[in-house]
């Protein structure tokens, strides 16, 4: 079994803003594993406000791979690293490397007959209240648009800008930390009057203690609070929702573990991802066939895409050949739409 590792640059369309932070470009690790012919491409962008960089996950992969066993499983993987960007890459590339050697579907081997389109949020980065409302009104098709939100003064007209342009869509909120529960409570009144159906990680980690028994009559969701299977019940007091990233739990094993136990304490499944290209939705996307919420729309949001690219229609997203034998390569990248 060979394992190699490089590091890509991905370029977006426009910078995009959350709360403390912009994005104009990002690199991510892709590791490579191949054995007697056959082989699986994972990649990971890693998880950014714990110090996760695409060239620190390259030195662990460099000094895993000198000291690891001459051949790996998904299972010895999680033995071996945390959960984390590093694991997420190897995790998604044994996986395609098994449905290679087996030629048996991706999905077949995560127990689903087929897979289907899922319905995934849109992103609006926080900016003006006026372009934040032509930016989701700029999704065509869109079921479903989530604003990112910083915690000022401006929230309240960005959410109702938003609604007056988009008075359809299901909008969704993601305060990345950003909020204060005052910050909250006071918007509650526009949230309710806009119809918004969930609040993600509105408060910083630490501080989302104050939300142990708050009844809020908006579903909220765990995002920087939980990042792994052992997280679950710790948030179960506090969210409804956990948003589970491959890159944040270290790959679709323990995701799937995630999406099947999140219900026994109470909380519904939604899947997220960090910057990425298809090659990082696509086992994003078989975890997602378990979720009720789906935020899947990062590559849109590059200039460039790989080869057998996710299919984004009418507000959901595709991979029409997963349920056949998806291939999918980090080879010649294309324009996004």
Known sequence: MNIHGWIENIVLKQPFFITGRSFCEAQVLRVRVSERGH???????????K????????????AFNASRE????????????PAGGLR??????????????????????????????LVTTMTVGVDTPENMA???????????????????????ERIRQVRRASPQVRLLLDANQGWT??????????????????????LPLGADQDLLGYSCPIPLAADESFQQFKDLENVAGKYQYVNIKLDKCGGLTEALQIAAMAPRHGLGVMVGSMLGTSLAMAPAFIAGQYATIVDLDAPLFLTRDVDHAAVYQQG?????????????SAGAARATA
Not at 39 to 49: L, N, Q
Not at 134 to 156: E, H, T
């Open 316 to 328: 959901s997203i595709d991979f029409p050949s997963m349920s056949t034998l998806p291939v999918l």
């Open 70 to 81: 001459p051949r790996l499983d998904r299972f010895s993987l999680h033995r071996s690293l």
């Open 39 to 49: 082989e699986g491409i994972g990649e990971a962008a890693g998880v950014y406000y």
């Open 134 to 156: 032509i930016n989701a009104a700029a999704y065509a098709g869109a079921k479903a648009v989530k604003l990112k939100l910083d915690g000022g003064p401006l929230d309240r």
């Open 51 to 62: 110090g996760e960089t695409a060239a620190l996950m390259l030195a662990q992969l460099e």
């Open 181 to 202: 529960l005052d910050h909250l409570e006071n918007l509650l009144p526009t949230l309710l009057a806009c119809r918004i159906e969930l609040i993600e990680q509105p």
């Open 88 to 117: 997420n890459a190897l995790d998604c590339a044994l996986w395609q490397l098994e449905s290679s050697q087996r030629q048996v579907p991706l999905c077949q081997l995560a127990n689903l007959r087929s897979t289907r389109p």
